[in-house]
């Protein structure tokens, strides 16, 4: 049977509804409003707008009208639970002609014991944006004919896709506030860099925070991986929860299981007591496991179990421990090679990589380095408790030239170690490792004569010292070095230097 055309009435509600959704306001108040003209402009008897919670993996009536507070917060479903649970699972509508004849219907709000009418109809229709299921609207109707069900199914159909842009524009300006969260500069565990590389780590833990999916980081040794799973955590709903950090390479094979999932008493020579693992100290917070490349063999076979169940067994237990934790794993080696070569199950790699974030070495993100230093200067001097007022043109080359194999580690602990070697507020070429002079001095060496090499870059040092130091005056810079204007005048040539970078108000 074919749907009924809509009536003037249905259209005039729907023009109403899209005046009433697109209007700026709280988000509740909006929904509410959509709500209550369905029951009055269309004869619903009762609706009900539920999200799903990606964190918690549950969809929740967050505006319901005909209900109490109480009816509204009890009606909540797992994916898959109930009619409701369905229709967020599979993503299309489901229609029940006849509630009293439906053993599906759960009657999770309990609302229906009151008017024990058995003639309503319930058509419930998924909110979707794009390919995703963001909630669910549904609606009581009294018993309807299938051809008036079906022009009611479309007419939900309009109204939820009115709803879905509502919804997804408040997730925007939730992932925005996370974002600017990100960048602020409050607190240790920011995340410098201006880098597009960086810009668009900060944009990918915005998007993944507030759901429970495994994240995976890659990335070189220092590269920030420990930094991104903590600003993941603080990002997330479960910041008020525990944060476990677990290095799967730092610990002996034969504890790694005891560690992750406890064990009870006996379990094996000198299992003493009973133990919580790791999981257990999580709770519903996150577990950060690290270099889970070197994860032995059995305990990823628990691994696996874990994140497919949720559950998992102490060591030489039998009861199984449910587990809401969220899980962020690491690793410096290229993981897809592991699997190839055996060393690591195929199955697990699949459900860690669900969000892969890959964080590039410093030596690719050169507008990242300068940005790094000023924070760790300013960082090491006051907790040295020295000043330092600036590093010197010079060793700001020797920084941008070196290829920094330890990232930025190896970067915190060069600035660390230069703030203390610092002389007279100035940080120096002197100041640095010698690793960096003996690298940059190998690249500059292979061109040409390696004396003239270096003689020129300290020279040019020198001249871009005194030119900031007089503001881009080539008469005081001149001064400065005590040599002349004409000499200065041929070298700014000879090595290209903008002086005009140099004046005050420019650099
Ligand atoms: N973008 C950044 N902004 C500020 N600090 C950073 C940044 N990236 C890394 N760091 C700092 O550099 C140091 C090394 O970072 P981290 O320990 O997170 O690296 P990692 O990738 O976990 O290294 P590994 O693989 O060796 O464990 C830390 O002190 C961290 O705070
Ligand atoms: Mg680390």
Redesign the pocket.
């Known amino acids: 049977m074919n749907a009924q055309p809509f009536t003037y009435q249905q259209l005039q509600a729907l023009h109403d509804i899209a005046g009433d959704l697109a209007t700026p306001g709280e988000f509740h108040e909006a929904l509410q409003r959509a709500l209550n003209r369905m029951s009055d402009q269309l004869g619903v008897r009762r609706g009900m707008i539920s999200i799903y919670l990606r964190d918690i993996e549950e969809l929740r009536t967050i505006v319901a009208n005909n209900m109490t507070e109480e009816e509204t917060d009890r009606a909540r479903f797992a994916p898959g639970e109930g009619i409701t649970g369905r229709v967020l699972r599979e993503g299309r509508a489901i229609i029940v002609p006849r509630i009293a004849e439906e053993p599906a219907f759960l009657n999770r709000s309990g609302t229906r014991n009151k008017d024990a009418n058995p003639e309503m109809s319930f058509i419930c229709v998924p909110i979707c944006f794009g390919a995703e299921v963001v909630g669910t609207l549904s609606a009581d109707f009294t018993a309807l004919g299938e051809a008036d069900l079906q022009r009611e199914q479309a007419l939900l159909e309009a109204i939820a896709h009115l709803i879905a842009s509502r919804v997804e524009r408040r997730r925007m300006i939730e992932e925005n506030k996370r974002l600017k969260e990100l960048e602020s500069t409050d607190g ?6 201006s880098s597009d590389a ?1 810009k668009h780590v900060r944009q990918m833990i915005a998007q993944v925070a507030d759901s429970r999916t495994t994240v995976l ?1 890659t ?11 903590r600003a993941i955590h603080r990002a997330s709903p479960r910041r008020d929860q525990p944060f476990v950090h677990l ?1 799967c390479g730092a610990i002996p094979e034969h504890l790694v299981e005891s560690e992750l999932f406890g064990h009870e008493k006996g379990a094996f020579t000198g299992a003493v007591a009973n133990r919580e693992g790791r999981f257990e100290v999580a709770g519903s917070g996150t577990i950060f496991l ?2 889970i490349n070197s994860l032995p063999s059995q305990a990823q076979v628990k691994l696996l179990k874990v994140i497919q169940d949720r559950q998992f067994e102490r060591v030489g237990a039998t009861r199984s421990i449910h587990t809401n934790a969220r899980i962020i794993t ?1 690793t ?1 080696r290229e993981l897809e090679k592991e699997v190839e070569e055996g060393r690591f199950r195929a199955d697990l790699f699949y459900r860690l990589n669900v969000f892969p974030i890959l ?1 590039p070495p410093l030596r690719n993100r050169g507008a ?1 380095i300068m940005l ?1 230093t000023d ?2 200067i300013a960082r090491y001097a006051e907790e040295m408790g020295r000043k330092v007022e600036r590093i010197d043109t010079p060793a700001i080359d020797l920084l941008m030239a070196y290829h920094w194999p ?4 190896e ?2 602990n060069a600035i660390e170690r230069a703030v203390l070697l610092s002389e007279g507020g100035v940080i120096t070429t002197r100041c640095l490792p010698p690793s960096l002079q003996m690298k940059s001095m190998e690249e500059r060496a292979g061109t040409r004569g390696r004396l003239e090499q270096l003689v020129a870059a300290y020279e040019m040092g020198l001249i871009k010292d005194a030119l900031k130091d007089a503001g881009g005056n080539q008469t005081k810079a001149a001064q400065l070095l005590e040599t002349t204007k004409r000499i200065i005048q041929y070298k700014i040539a000879k090595y290209d230097i903008e002086y005009r970078n140099f004046r005050k108000s420019g650099r």
């Not at 240790?188 to 860099?193: F, P, V």
């Not at 040794?221 to 799973?229: F, S």
């Not at 330890?406 to 580690?409: I, K």
């Open positions: 240790n565990s920011i995340i410098i860099g960086v980081l990335g070189e040794t220092g590269t920030g991986k420990g930094l991104v799973a290095n690290d270099e690491a410096n964080i990242d790094l924070h760790f330890g990232n930025v580690r970067l915190e």
